[in-house]
């Protein structure tokens, strides 16, 4: 398995940022061999949804997905957001693709079970279409993908990005040697919240527990983490974690986690 490929997270901060945004797509353009884009876009989704009067419903911080609010979701991230990101890396000489989950079949879910909550048309992944991602690849396409998945019988779903980027991982893990970039506000893992230069540099499976049981890794970054080790468990080679100028080549402090 020679053939290395980069999966890059961009989230929600990143989007709305304009002349930062531009600045990680010029980056994940420089970047070397193949690569997928995954992005969010809540936050446009709730801004494009309050102007149609359609409110963002969230229970504990997590978005409810209802009919109107799916429409809205569909709209943003493979419409407005993706589309925004595939011109923008054409312009930088990327042959990029935008996907959702349906486009070639490529990730398939299922409805989230109800259980305390009816999170409504939230999708759980079953499984990627590594091979037909492979042959995009092959053809020298660079597949950017918003955070949309389907059952195969027409339904779509709103699925957490971070999850997405993980699955894609793991799917084209038995392909490459796969590592997955998690871009968001801070640097890093922080050892002291208020600290922004107290990165750890590098967590494994023992480091991780004993930060868990410090408390240091809590509340946010408790999902993100969930997701980075899931994918280390199922053949990522590695996961980095910091804002978008670790996909410069030259940077080093960013966190990177490995088995």
């Not at 990680?24 to 970047?31: D, V």
């Not at 429409?71 to 419409?79: E, L, T």
Request: aromatic content about 6%; overall charge neutral.
């Amino acid at each position: 398995m020679g053939e290395k490929l980069s999966i890059v997270k961009i989230g929600g901060n990143v989007i709305e940022d304009n002349s930062q945004l531009s600045h990680t797509l010029s980056l994940f353009s420089k970047m070397k061999g193949n690569k997928i884009l995954v992005h969010g876009g809540g936050k446009k989704a709730t801004e494009i949804g309050n102007k149609l009067g359609i409110k963002a419903h969230m229970i504990n911080g997590r978005r409810i997905t209802d009919s109107k609010s799916l429409d809205v979701a569909i709209m943003v991230y493979a419409g407005l957001v993706n589309k925004k990101i595939v011109a923008q890396l054409q312009s930088q000489g990327t042959n990029a693709i935008g996907m959702s989950g349906a486009d070639a079949n490529a990730i398939q879910a299922h409805k989230r079970p109800v259980k305390e909550i009816d999170f409504g048309w939230v999708g759980d992944v079953d499984g990627v279409n590594s091979n037909g991602i492979f042959n995009l690849l092959q053809a020298g396409f660079t597949p950017i993908f918003c955070a949309l998945t389907h059952d195969g019988k027409g339904q779509l779903f709103n699925t957490n990005a971070d999850t997405i980027a993980a699955e894609l991982a793991i799917g084209m893990s038995g392909l490459f040697e796969t590592t997955l970039f998690y871009c968001f506000e801070k640097q890093g893992v922080l050892r002291s919240i208020e600290d922004e230069d107290s990165v750890i540099q590098h967590i494994n499976s023992e480091t991780y527990e004993s930060l868990l049981e410090g408390g240091i890794i809590a509340d946010g970054m408790l999902p993100k983490m969930h997701n980075c080790f899931h994918a280390l468990q199922n053949k990522v080679k590695q996961v980095c974690i910091g804002n978008h100028t670790m996909l410069d080549a030259s940077n080093s402090n960013f966190t990177t986690l490995t088995l």
